[in-house]
Structures are given as C-alpha cells and as structure tokens.
C-alpha cells in the first residue's frame, strides 16, 4: 500500500542533503520537549483535583472526573500537526514473501520501479519491527533505501516494556483495583487498545496519587529521586515513563512528528532494559536515520501520521496502523476484484468500526469492565476508582 500526500511545499532531498553522524551526536535520552509535557499534564491534574485548605487546614480536592475527561485535556494540551490534505492510498500488487530477505527485496525493487525512481532519489518505506530490521541489511548495497519504523507496532511493544519493567512491582494488582479483567491478556498485550487503556487508566491513578502526595506533604515532584520512599521512587518513574509512552501516542493521534520523535528518544533506553534486544536495535537504527536525513524530517512534519479526515482533529493513525485497519480489510473484502470510490470506501469503514465499538460496548458493560465501557456507569465507577 502507498500513500501519496501533496506537500505545501518544494523539499529537495537528495544525496547532498546529509549529515555524517558522530560520538558527539545524542540520539536518546530526556529532553526539554517531554520535560515540558509532563510539566504542563501537571498542572492540568491539579487544575482536575482543585486542591483547597479547608478551615481545618485540611487539604481537600476533587475526584469527580473520569479518564476521558483527562485524556482530552492531555490531547487538547498538545499541538496538532501534519497540515496536509488526507492522502490518495493505492493499494499495489501483492510482492515478495514478507518473512524472507529475498521477498522483502523483491517488493522494495518493485516500488523503485513503479515509482520510476532515478539513482538520487530516496525509497522511504515504512514497515513493522520484522520488516525494519530485514530492510536495514539492504542499504549497504542501496544507499538511497530509507526504511522507517512503524510507529503502531513501536506502540504496541512500548506497551510491552511498561508491563515487562513493572511486572514485579504490582502492576497487574493495581490493574485489579482499578477494575481490569483477563490480566493474562493485558501481560501479552493481546488487544492492543484494551491494554492502551488500562496504561492510561493506571498512569492516571498513579499521577493523582503522586500529586496528592506531594501537595498533602509539600514536597517537590524534582526531589523524589533523593526521597528515601522506594514505592514513590519506583511509581514516579512509571508515571514519567507510562507519560512518554502516552505523550508519543498522542503524537501519532496528532500528527505531530517531533513530539513522536522525542518520545522515543527518551523512552528507548527501555527497550534493552526490558530485554527487547531487537528493538532495541532498530530504534537505534531508526534514530540514526532521522538524524542523518534533516530533509526526510523536514517531510515527515508534514506527513508523520495519515491524515482521516480533515474535519476531526486527533484522528490521524500511523502508517501501518491505516495498513491493518484500512488495507488489509480492504482486500480481504475486496478480493473478487470490485472497485469502489473514495465515499464507498469511508462508509464501509465507518460501518465495520461502529459495529466493532458496539460489540466491545456490549462485552465490556456484560463484563463489567470500566477500562472499556463508555456508559455513565462505567464513568462513574472510573471516577470512584480513580478517588480511591
């Protein structure tokens, strides 16, 4: 699948147009940019709780707001990007087996030649971790081949890594408190957007927690790592970390490229140290090939999510995200050859989510399970948990 998008304006990119990396070059660690986000969802949260001194110098606050209601504030926090038209999608020919270097050579050779490619011109071809990794082994005899990492698999392994890091520190039991069923699946991350909620719901429990204590004990949140409280240690750094997982899947929702970029340039120290050696790997490989092509950044600004539709802000998906949701659908649904336009296409989309949200509604409320439910007695219970 292509996705073809109409830049506002002329980006050269060429060979020239690089930069030679060196030891001196910082591809990961902290940066202002997420430093200024978890500030900024700070004082959103204490906006939330309202704290007050009663007349018993009591410290009091509200808990009457329920996850959704922070997760807009958050995504309303952030800036919008990819102020493009939505893009024309062309659904190519099947190419080379996905799973083998030979097929994953194949399809690529087959993009150059339908793109009618010249020797100084670049080949950017999104793909999972798998198909990243087997790209990689071809620029050495390509040059011009520039592979990125997908962004929905990275989410979905990022995940992965909170769970892994936390696993031994009560993760799974405050998933329980808050109301979380079939824990088995939320540890394999077998439905990615069931466990993207129960992250939220848990970063969200632990933030207000944090900030409840520090205002209750007047403390500072830059003083916790000289705190000799080993519990509020351990929380606070999964409320910064579960923050950048979420800061960078917000950047996916909005477009924003250098909010995505700088997300993961702080979250992937994590990778090695949950024990994802070949992710590790690609995403330093992926960091290095941003770094070295400003042009293909100065693109991506422009095209780092895919654009839905131009009336819904927060809407974007990653590439292959659209993939999954959009093209492979498509051809399975499609196969005996029909061609459909561009509306037909929307509302069969339109149609296939809303009957899958129902049926998701219809198990979560069967199931009593607030971290999927959207009825108001499952944002009720949201709000007593969250309280507590």
């Given at each position: 699948?292509?996705?073809?998008?109409?830049?506002?304006?002329?980006?050269?990119?060429?060979?020239?147009?690089?930069?030679?990396?060196?030891?001196?070059?910082?591809l990961?660690?902290?940066?202002?940019?997420?430093?200024?986000?978890?500030d900024?969802?700070?004082?959103?949260?204490?906006?939330?709780?309202?704290?007050?001194?009663?007349?018993?110098?009591?410290?009091?606050?509200?808990?009457n707001?329920?996850?959704?209601?922070?997760r807009?504030?958050?995504?309303?926090?952030?800036e919008?990007g990819?102020?493009?038209?939505?893009?024309?999608?062309?659904?190519?020919?099947?190419?080379?087996?996905?799973?083998?270097?030979?097929?994953?050579?194949?399809?690529?050779?087959?993009?150059?030649?339908?793109f009618?490619?010249?020797?100084?011109?670049?080949?950017?071809?999104?793909?999972?971790?798998?198909?990243?990794?087997?790209?990689?082994?071809?620029?050495?005899?390509?040059?011009?081949?520039?592979?990125l990492?997908?962004q929905?698999?990275?989410?979905?392994?990022?995940?992965?890594?909170?769970?892994?890091?936390?696993?031994?520190?009560g993760?799974f039991?405050?998933?329980?408190?808050?109301?979380?069923?079939?824990?088995?699946?939320l540890?394999?991350?077998?439905?990615?957007?069931?466990?993207?909620r129960?992250?939220?719901?848990?970063?969200?429990?632990?933030?207000?927690?944090?900030?409840?204590?520090?205002k209750?004990?007047?403390e500072?949140?830059?003083?916790?790592?000289?705190?000799?409280?080993?519990?509020?240690?351990?929380?606070?750094?999964?409320?910064?970390?579960d923050?950048?997982?979420?800061?960078?899947?917000?950047?996916?929702?909005?477009?924003?490229?250098?909010?995505?970029?700088?997300?993961?340039?702080?979250?992937?120290?994590l990778?090695?140290a949950?024990?994802?050696?070949?992710?590790a790997?690609?995403?330093?490989?992926?960091?290095?090939?941003?770094?070295k092509?400003?042009?293909?950044e100065?693109?991506?600004?422009?095209?780092?999510?895919?654009?839905?539709?131009?009336?819904?802000?927060?809407?974007?998906?990653?590439?292959d995200?659209?993939?999954?949701?959009?093209?492979?659908?498509?051809?399975?649904?499609?196969?005996t050859?029909?061609?459909?336009?561009?509306?037909?296409?929307?509302?069969?989309?339109?149609?296939?989510?809303?009957e899958?949200?129902?049926?998701?509604?219809?198990?979560?409320?069967?199931?009593?399970?607030?971290?999927?439910?959207?009825?108001?007695?499952?944002?009720?219970?949201?709000?007593?948990?969250?309280?507590?």
């Amino acid at each position: 699948m292509t996705f073809q998008n109409y830049l506002p304006i002329q980006i050269e990119d060429s060979i020239e147009n690089t930069i030679n990396l060196t030891k001196e070059t910082i591809l990961f660690g902290m940066n202002e940019r997420c430093t200024d986000i978890l500030d900024s969802w700070d004082t959103i949260l204490d906006n939330l709780l309202q704290f007050e001194i009663n007349n018993n110098k009591e410290l009091t606050y509200k808990t009457n707001f329920a996850i959704f209601e922070i997760r807009q504030k958050l995504t309303n926090s952030l800036e919008n990007g990819c102020f493009c038209p939505p893009p024309n999608i062309v659904i190519m020919d099947a190419g080379g087996n996905p799973s083998s270097d030979e097929g994953i050579f194949e399809s690529a050779k087959m993009y150059e030649k339908d793109f009618s490619l010249n020797g100084n011109q670049y080949l950017d071809i999104s793909g999972d971790e798998a198909i990243f990794r087997r790209l990689i082994k071809l620029i050495e005899n390509w040059p011009n081949l520039r592979p990125l990492l997908a962004q929905w698999h990275l989410s979905k392994d990022m995940i992965s890594v909170l769970i892994t890091l936390f696993s031994s520190y009560g993760i799974f039991d405050l998933a329980l408190v808050l109301g979380v069923k079939f824990l088995d699946k939320l540890e394999a991350v077998v439905d990615y957007r069931a466990s993207l909620r129960v992250i939220e719901l848990i970063w969200a429990a632990v933030a207000i927690a944090i900030r409840i204590h520090l205002k209750k004990n007047n403390e500072n949140k830059y003083n916790i790592n000289n705190n000799q409280n080993i519990i509020l240690k351990t929380w606070y750094l999964f409320y910064q970390w579960d923050g950048i997982f979420l800061a960078h899947r917000f950047g996916i929702r909005l477009g924003n490229y250098d909010i995505q970029k700088d997300t993961l340039s702080a979250f992937g120290p994590l990778f090695p140290a949950a024990g994802k050696s070949n992710y590790a790997l690609s995403v330093v490989h992926f960091r290095a090939i941003l770094e070295k092509h400003p042009k293909l950044e100065e693109k991506l600004r422009y095209v780092a999510s895919v654009k839905i539709s131009d009336n819904k802000k927060g809407h974007f998906f990653a590439y292959d995200e659209a993939l999954e949701t959009f093209g492979v659908k498509f051809v399975k649904q499609n196969i005996t050859g029909n061609v459909i336009n561009q509306d037909n296409l929307k509302m069969q989309i339109s149609a296939a989510q809303t009957e899958y949200e129902r049926i998701e509604i219809l198990l979560a409320e069967f199931l009593d399970d607030p971290t999927s439910s959207t009825s108001l007695r499952a944002i009720d219970q949201e709000k007593k948990q969250c309280g507590n």
